[in-house]
């Protein structure tokens, strides 16, 4: 695959990963403490913050993925200003997405 379309397959994975992680969240969480449409909106605008930093996950490891996602989150609650609870959340849905990163990488 030529890097401008690795990259841009990189991209649409992020935004797919975005919305399959709010699916299953909204489908998830019948709880109620956090609000399903705010975690979706959450999820998104998280990986639309970070899809222009998509290609330094394809020279990443997991344990480098997971260091990744976790420094971007803690960003991107401060500059957002999003409860710890819903910070945690969301570290926890970002963490578990290397699975799904990491066999589109192998292809």
Do not use: C
């Not at 890097?3 to 975005?18: D, P, Y």
């Amino acid at each position: 695959m030529a890097k401008g379309n690795a990259t841009k397959f990189l991209q649409g994975t992020v935004i797919g990963i975005a919305l399959g992680v709010a699916a299953s969240i909204y489908l998830g969480l019948k709880k109620g403490k956090i609000v399903e449409d705010d975690i979706i909106d959450v999820m998104a605008d998280f990986y639309k913050d970070i899809s222009p930093k998509v290609k330094k996950i394809e020279k990443m490891g997991g344990k480098e993925y997971k260091l990744f996602m976790k420094n971007a989150v803690v960003q991107y609650a401060k500059t957002k200003k999003i409860s710890a609870k819903m910070a945690k959340h969301l570290l926890k849905e970002a963490q578990e997405s290397w699975k799904h990163f990491s066999r589109h990488l192998e292809e």
